[in-house]
């Protein structure tokens, strides 16, 4: 088995409502790695021998792969051979709308996970062992106006989701959106 990892949580296509950071969860799992060193049979029977192969460093990434940030390793489960190890942060975001969150792991032979699927796909086998990604929409209600939308919705007693239905009430005036278009340009400018 080539070295992999897996999010658990939040799902592909979920809404997620957070304050900067959402609450990422997952597994990873090393099947190639090596036990360093000789070891006696009274050191592998003790059990104290857990730590030396395992997943060693596992990231997670908000943006599709372009900023990594590790996984705490008090945040990881306990280390044993050739065992799934789970893991879970906080992961930073602060962008709002659909995102892609990646997640990949190193073992102690720094064996990881290719970012594209291209790059890792074994055309003799079934597997392949590229960075898991999920899609999620993020709203970020530590912005004033999405924390203020929110606040719309709980007074009216409606729920946000799902985000493609029409709201039974105005999210925005018209005052409000003739003032915004006042201060900011359109996104298609024709010189």
């Known amino acids: 088995m080539p070295v992999s990892s897996a999010i658990m949580s939040p799902w592909t296509k979920q809404v997620v409502i957070h304050n900067g950071t959402i ?14 060193g000789k070891q006696s049979q009274s050191t592998v029977f003790n059990n104290q021998s857990a730590n030396l192969h395992t997943i060693e460093r596992v990231e997670c990434s908000p943006d599709g792969g372009h900023t990594w940030y590790p996984v705490p390793v008090q945040n990881m489960s306990k280390k044993y051979k050739y065992a799934w190890r789970t893991w879970h942060m906080q992961l930073p975001v602060i ?20 970012v594209e ?46 985000i493609t239905r029409p709201t039974e009430f105005p999210t925005i005036s018209m005052n409000e959106y003739e003032k915004y278009w006042e201060t900011v340009d359109p996104r298609d400018i024709d010189e």
């Open 117 to 162: 699927i291209r790059h890792a796909w074994n055309w003799g086998l079934h597997v392949t062992h590229s960075c898991h990604r999920i899609k999620v929409y993020s709203v970020n209600k530590s912005y004033a106006l999405t924390a203020k939308r929110l606040g719309q919705f709980e007074e009216h007693g409606e729920s946000l989701g799902p």
């Open 23 to 36: 609450e990422v969860k997952g597994w990873a799992y090393s099947g190639g790695g090596r036990w360093p």
């Open 95 to 114: 962008a709002e709308g659909w995102i892609e969150i990646l997640a990949r792991c190193w073992d102690n032979s720094l064996n990881t996970q290719p």
